[in-house]
């Protein structure tokens, strides 16, 4: 199978907060968040990482919570945040959520699990850049639109704007994130930037803490940590 990677991106709160939201949120699931030294391959691994004043959380491989914990750091620090989704490798989605409640969401393949959406289910997912530009200081229409439309997968893989460093595949989430203020929290060298953490809860159960052996096998796009084949 291909890249699954979710990750939630907190506009206009720093790190310290949105660490103390996200731990509540585990302890009110049968879980826990604490600093550890852990390695890209455990079960468990979760990154934190700051950016002026808006905050990226990277989850574990496996994690299936992203939306929920959105909602919930949403709801409490009265926020928007973005819930990022890559999909097998097939295409990067969101959906953003303000104090808690959805407001938008883009999926560039909208009927990729049902070929039979209507029209209106399809128009929901075309992302709404003008709404994007409201929430974030600084950023206008034109810096964005680009992104937010729907994928012919019959035409050549393409950027959407000169400078970025992805075409329209699934890493364009990291051109996305760029350009709204959000730092992708893994370096060109695969070192998390920010603070690393064990995270779990009722459904991701703590793993044996023991480490496991890096792979050390890069990626053609230097992304090798969440890119599992079979």
């Known amino acids: 199978m291909g890249l699954f990677l979710s990750m939630s991106g907190i506009i206009g709160k720093s790190e310290t907060e949105v660490e103390n939201c996200l731990r509540k949120y585990a302890e009110n699931n049968s879980g826990g968040l604490e600093s550890a030294e852990l390695n890209h391959l455990d079960d468990n691994f979760c990154v934190i990482s700051e950016n002026k004043n808006n905050t990226v959380i990277f989850y574990p491989y496996g994690f299936l919570e992203w939306d929920d914990i959105s909602i919930f750091i949403s709801a409490e620090l009265k926020c928007p945040v973005f819930s990022f989704h890559i999909h097998d490798g097939d295409l990067w989605m969101y959906l953003l959520y303000n104090n808690?409640?959805?407001?938008?969401?883009?999926?560039?393949?909208?009927?990729?699990?049902d070929d039979n959406l209507s029209e209106k289910e399809i128009a929901e997912q075309k992302g709404n850049a003008k709404l994007i530009s409201e929430l974030?200081?600084?950023?206008?229409?034109?810096?964005?639109?680009?992104?937010?439309?729907r994928w012919n997968l019959e035409d050549d893989e393409r950027k959407a704007y000169p400078d970025d460093e992805f075409e329209n595949i699934d890493w364009q989430v990291v051109d996305f994130m760029k350009?709204?203020?959000?730092?992708y929290p893994i370096d060109?060298?695969?070192?998390?930037?920010g603070q690393v953490f064990r995270l779990w809860t009722k459904e991701l159960k703590k793993a044996n803490s023991e480490q496991k052996p890096i792979n050390s096998e890069k990626s053609k796009k230097n992304k090798s940590w969440w890119i599992f084949w079979e």
């Open 100 to 113: 808690g409640k959805v407001i938008d969401q883009f999926n560039p393949i909208p009927d990729y699990w």
């Open 136 to 149: 974030i200081p600084n950023l206008k229409i034109e810096d964005i639109d680009k992104y937010l439309v």
């Open 179 to 183: 350009k709204i203020g959000l730092e």
């Open 188 to 193: 060109d060298s695969d070192k998390p930037k």
